[in-house]
């Protein structure tokens, strides 16, 4: 089964930047789709952006205009570029993988923590 490992988060000051990873470790060719969640503490996990096979992409309202979402299939790599950061940004961010991101099924990594100081 692929195995979905994100990298790339940090502490950074509000306004500033990240770019997260999310390298499988088999072709993610197959996946209808892939997204990024995240979770801060006490607050259910969220959809912040998602990306389908053809490449259509969406995003949270309160990603719009600052986070961009990519994939790289010959790395099999997906990122999420964050800009303009804020405090409110601050949470585990997941990778997610499958038919119908997700659903019970699909595939999650570890997270990677993201941290925006005022």
């Known amino acids: 089964q692929v195995q979905l490992v994100e990298s790339g988060g940090g502490l950074v000051q509000a306004g500033g930047s990240l770019r997260l990873s999310c390298s499988a470790s088999?072709?993610?060719?197959?996946?209808?789709?892939m997204a990024w969640y995240r979770q801060a503490p006490g607050k259910q996990r969220e959809l912040v952006a998602m990306?389908?096979?053809?490449?259509?992409?969406s995003y949270k309202d309160s990603g719009k205009g600052r986070f961009f979402i990519s994939r790289d299939i010959t790395k099999n790599t997906m990122y999420l570029q964050m800009n303009r950061l804020k405090p409110e940004d601050t949470a585990v961010y997941y990778c997610?993988?499958?038919?119908?991101?997700?659903?019970?099924?699909?595939?999650w990594g570890q997270g990677t923590q993201v941290t925006v100081s005022s």
């Open positions: 088999g072709s993610i060719r197959g996946f209808n789709a």
């Open positions: 997610n993988a499958g038919n119908i991101v997700g659903a019970p099924g699909s595939l």
């Open positions: 990306i389908t096979r053809l490449g259509t992409t």
